[in-house]
């Protein structure tokens, strides 16, 4: 299993996951210390192989050479975890845009591209698993400040469930997982810790273990998606019911309430 953005968070969440199926590992993301020490733990816990290969995704040749070291170590990757992203929430006009590539590179193209690498050996083997983090904010309206990360993800799932079809019955199963608020250092990346820590209680949080058996249990049973949690069902319902407009000025107030516009 290739898991991406394994150094923290989800990724790192789900590694132990994955090991304690029986699954070798290679993880990647851009900092190789904290790799090497889920590495360590994984292999005195679960005596997992593991490996690991650091890259930065937001380089746009990352994932061929991600493909190719794994080809070089005579690794065969069944199992692809699209899981590495990131946010910026200083609002379109006052992100560099560099940062915007970047966010595209890592969320978007970077996911497309390796499953676009590795697929096809699935698929000529009869087994596979893909699992595309994408999140809740890409079944919600659009909203402001960040800009491009709720289109990004929105990208992710509908691309997640258009291969999960074309996939089916091939034994490769594809799964968007699209996580709520979720603990990680996602919002200390970004910023944003006090603020919504400030604006949303704890029980809107869950945890990245709970987020990552929920990914993996999905995955398992070829859903062509999953949200964790009933309250982040329940949101996404009610926002894909709404009329745009309702819908744009329910989350136009939110981005003001955390002053993102
Ligand atoms: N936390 C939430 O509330 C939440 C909610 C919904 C969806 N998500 C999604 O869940 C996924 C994981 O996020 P998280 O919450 O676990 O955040 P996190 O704790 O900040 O972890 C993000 C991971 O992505 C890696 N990454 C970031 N930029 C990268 C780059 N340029 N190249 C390679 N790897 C990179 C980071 O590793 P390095 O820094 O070592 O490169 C880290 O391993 C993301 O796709 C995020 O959009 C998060």
Redesign the pocket.
Known sequence: MLI??????????LAPVYAMHGWDLVL????RD??QDRADFLRDIYQATVTVI??????PA?PRRLFEAVQAKGLTVDGLV??????RTAGFLDTDPEAHA?MI???LT?PVELARLFAPGMVERGYGRILN?????GRMPATGGDTL?GPI?SFLIKASQGLHLELRGTGVHVTA?????????????NGTRAEVSAAYPGWM?QT?DH?ARVGYEACEANRPSVTPGIVNNLLAGLAKHLPDRLALAMVGGHAKRLKRI
Not at 28 to 31: F, V
């Open positions: 991406t953005g394994a150094s923290a968070g989800i990724g790192s969440a990647t993301a851009r900092r904290a790799l650091p890259e930065d995704l937001a380089d990352a699209n899981n590495a992203g990131f946010s970047a590179r890592v969320m970077a983090v994408a999140s809740l904010a990360y993800k997982l699209c996580p709520g608020y979720t603990l990680t250092e996602f919002h200390d990346a949080w990245a987020v």
